[in-house]
């Protein structure tokens, strides 16, 4: 996807319902390699790219890090 970021989502979901937990924007190549287009769209100078893989398994170990529990894990991709 060339036209702009997407998201990669941690969200949490019980008989109760479900709450977003965690975000990060998931960036082409095309973008991170372009150091204009992320400073126009107010992306942090240090942004490297990254797959939404690893990007998921941050938001999960930051998550894990804060205590909230979890009996498995899904995921999903576009």
């Known amino acids: 996807m060339d036209h702009g970021p997407i998201g990669v989502l941690l969200s949490q979901a019980s ?39 690893p990007l998921a398994q941050q938001r999960l170990a930051r998550a894990f890090a804060a205590g909230v529990p979890a009996q498995g894990v899904t995921g999903a991709s576009v």
């Open 15 to 53: 008989p109760l319902g479900q709450v977003l937990l965690d975000r990060d924007r998931y960036l082409p190549q095309a973008w991170t390699n372009d150091r204009e287009r992320c400073r126009q769209a107010s992306i942090p100078e240090g942004r490297r790219f990254a797959t939404k893989p």
